[in-house]
């Protein structure tokens, strides 16, 4: 394991930096009182080539690796998680895995658009009754010959609104069990396809998160990725990646907390000295910083995993697993450490403790971590 970062991973990070300070800095607050989806911003990630980092060249991504892909975003999740849920979804759960598994017509079509940021897309696979047991699809997909006719629900969907693109998981042959399941790419405006309620949310309030509603939806045969009953491995092995994403997320949000917290310290005075000059003090800021540097190991190992076309899915696992208890506990701190100042929203660290916790639930709860690790283990 080495993790000398090169010169081009470096610049990728402080690219990122630098947009997540001057771009989404202002306004954060805001934006997330208001539940304002950050749009301007999210297009100028675009023409920065964050929303299709992995993606090669020639279907309009920067062709990065994973490794670059877990330092932006750790960055830009130090600043506004929402923007990064859209980011996360955007490069892994949509652009990966159309790259990945699409025809070379679905890339033409929706792949080199999505890249490029011009437009966004959503993975739909959870249901008001299939979350975490993600097999138990309750939305058809009916095999019309040339078309599958879509009906069902899907919930809690990230970019729910703002996507154009929807890769949607359905049910084609349930005698087939999770065998029978279709991953297929929907377009909005497709006739029958109504987008549902905002969900009005603890944390990543910036974020659209809508449920969906297909009734009668023609989708073309065209528009399947993979063979027939490929959806839910589409699915689970799509989020092996996004784990990471998810991963750097909860990775950002700690260390952002932690950044605001050595700050704070310096700067605040108790007891004739600053907060920092107590040791009771110091040894969170320790604690912290050891743990987030254990994440961030954790997703740089999980992403070079990846970039070595290794089998990555318990690596990933891990890595949202831990990183997602590291985010609730850091920003539980920083809010501490920032006392008074830290329960009220100009200080940040409130907004980041709530956007913490969704890490802890969303591309898999940490007991579905537990399950993928354990799992993975008692299998070798
Ligand atoms: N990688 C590759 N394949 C996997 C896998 C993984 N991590 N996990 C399961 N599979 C495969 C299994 O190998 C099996 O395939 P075969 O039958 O071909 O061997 C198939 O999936 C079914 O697996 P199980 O028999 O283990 O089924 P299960 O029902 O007992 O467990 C589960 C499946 C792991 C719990 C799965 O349902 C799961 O991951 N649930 C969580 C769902 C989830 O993460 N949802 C996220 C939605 S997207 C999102 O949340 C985005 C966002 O917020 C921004
Ligand atoms: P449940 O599955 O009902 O789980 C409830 C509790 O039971 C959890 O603690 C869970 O860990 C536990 N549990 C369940 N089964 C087991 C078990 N076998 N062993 C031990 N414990 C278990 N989904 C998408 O498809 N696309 C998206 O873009 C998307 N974005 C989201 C954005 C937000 C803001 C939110 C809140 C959710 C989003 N989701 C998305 C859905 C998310 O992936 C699910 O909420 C998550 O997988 C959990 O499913 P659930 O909410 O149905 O909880």
């Known amino acids: 394991m080495k993790f000398d970062l090169t010169e081009e991973q470096l610049a990728v990070r ?12 202002p306004g954060v607050i805001e934006r997330d009182e208001h539940q304002k989806f950050p749009a301007e911003q999210v297009k100028m990630m675009g023409e920065l080539g964050f929303m299709g980092m992995m993606v090669d060249p020639k ?10 892909y877990v330092l932006a975003m750790e960055e830009i999740s130090k600043v506004d998680a929402s923007a990064s849920v859209c ?4 490069n892994s759960l949509v652009c990966w895995g159309l790259e990945k598994y699409g025809s070379e017509e679905q890339k033409q079509k929706y792949l080199t658009r999505l890249a490029k940021g011009e437009i966004i897309g959503a993975f739909c696979l959870s249901e008001p009754e299939a979350g975490s047991d993600a097999t138990s699809q309750r939305t058809t997909a009916e095999d019309k010959g040339d078309y599958y006719l879509l009906n069902g629900t899907k919930n809690w969907i990230t970019n729910g609104n703002s996507a154009s693109v929807y890769i949607v998981m359905a049910q084609t042959d349930a005698s087939k069990a999770h065998k029978g399941i279709n991953a297929l790419i929907v377009e909005k405006g ?7 309620k905002k969900e009005n949310k603890l ?12 009734q009668d939806v023609k989708v073309p045969k065209a528009n399947r990725i993979g063979d027939d009953g490929f959806g839910f491995s589409f699915a689970m092995s799509t989020l092996n990646g996004g784990r990471i994403g998810i991963a750097s997320q909860a990775l950002g949000i700690a260390s952002g907390a932690m950044e605001l917290s050595i700050a704070y310290a310096k700067e605040r005075k108790a007891f004739g ?11 969170k800021l320790a604690d912290m910083a050891t743990e987030i540097e254990a994440a961030r190991l954790l997703c740089l190992r999980a992403a070079q995993l990846k970039d070595q076309k290794a089998d990555f899915s318990q690596a990933s696992a891990m890595a949202k697993l831990f990183a997602s208890d590291v985010a609730m506990k850091t920003t539980v701190e920083a ?5 008074g100042y830290g329960y009220v929203k100009e200080y940040h660290v409130e907004r980041l403790m709530r956007d913490a916790k969704i890490t802890q639930i969303y591309e898999g709860t940490s007991e579905i971590q537990k399950i993928v690790i354990s799992r993975g283990l008692l299998k070798k």
């Open 335 to 339: 809010v501490q450490i920032h006392g």
């Open 273 to 283: 000295k600053s907060i920092a000059e107590h040791q009771a003090i110091q040894f």
């Open 190 to 196: 497709m006739d029958g396809f109504v987008v549902g």
């Open 203 to 214: 944390g990543i309030r910036g974020s659209d998160t809508h449920s969906l509603m297909f």
């Open 59 to 68: 279907y309009g991504g920067s062709g990065m690796d994973t490794v670059s």
């Open 14 to 25: 402080d690219a990122a930096r630098d947009f997540a300070q001057n771009e989404l800095l």
């Open 87 to 90: 980011m996360s979804v955007n």
